[in-house]
Structures are given as C-alpha cells and as structure tokens.
C-alpha cells in the first residue's frame, strides 16, 4: 500500500472527479435522448398537452374559468331563446278566417292607382309588378289575420288584342285557405293580381 503523500491524495482526488463527472454527463444526455425521442414517438400528445398548458396561462393571465373566458370572448352576448308551446290549432279562430272580398279591393285600389295612364314597358313592367305586390302584401298584412301566411302575384303584359286565360291552381286545405283576384286594363296595358293565403298550423 503507497504511502499517504500530497501527489497521491491529488491523484486521488482528479480520479474521483472524473468517476463522478462522466456519469453526471451521461445521464444528462440519456435524459435528454429520452425527452426527444418521447416528443418524437408522442407529437400529437405534446402538442395537445401544451395547448393545454397555455390555455391555462392564458386563463390565469385573464382570471375566472375557461367557461367564462370563452364565453366572453369567443361568442357573443346572445338572448335567451324564447320556447312556445304547441297550440294544436288545426282551424282559425272565430272571425278571422280569410274573407276575399276586402283583399280584392285591395288588389283592385293598389292596380288602379299604379298603373292608371301608364304605358306598356317591357323594361320597366318587371319593377312595376314586383313593386306592386309588395304593396299589396303589405297592405294585406294590415288586415292582421292570425296564423296566415300571405304570397301575393302580379302579372302585367300588353293589351294588343289578344285572349290571355290565367289558372292559378294550388294543393291546400278548402275549408281554411282561399285566394283572391282582381284585374286593370287600359289601352296599352293589362294587369292581374292574386293573392293566395295559406293557413299555418
């Protein structure tokens, strides 16, 4: 056994660091390694775990719940939908059942006013009829019969001596729904409006 000396105890000690270094240095890049091919064989499950973790940054940077957070900020303030009832209505009530007779004078005012003295255009008639109908839905509208639903028509051509036969044919319930026409004619014009009201159950 060599004696105890200063060079021994030195040489001693420069083994010892070593022995304890190279360890310490493999085991870091065996860690490493592991980290790497972990976040490698997992990507999906890494990103996924931090979207995670900055989801809950930025829910701390911001205060209160994921819940509230996205509530907040990603969809608006919305009111509360309103839930009815079934009625079960299968007919109108007393007294507001369709009655042509009113809505064809409604059609017969709303054709006599917009189209008195004009002439025939082929340019203009498209805007004239779609115009007219509105009018006329509007005004039915005013009428405030429950649980109908209005469509109004109005058909403009040119009166140069010829017969036009109009049908108008629908598939609905008899006893609720009903329909009302009414026709102008002047020199240079012809015009028809219908509108169809259709009961809603």
Known sequence: MAALSVSNLEQFNRQESTTTTVPRIKRKQSV?????SHSSSTGAVGAERWRRLSRGYSISMYGGSHRNLRSAIETPQLKPSSKFENTYRMTPDEGCKFNP??????????LETNLSGSRYEPRTSAVFAQRISEEIKQRVKELKLPRYKIVSQVYIGADEGQSVHMVSRAVWDTSTDNYATASFKNKSLYAVGAVHAVYFE
Do not use: L
């Open 101 to 110: 007779g009113p809505v064809e004078t409604i059609i017969q005012m709303a």
């Open 32 to 36: 490493a390694s592991r980290r790497s």
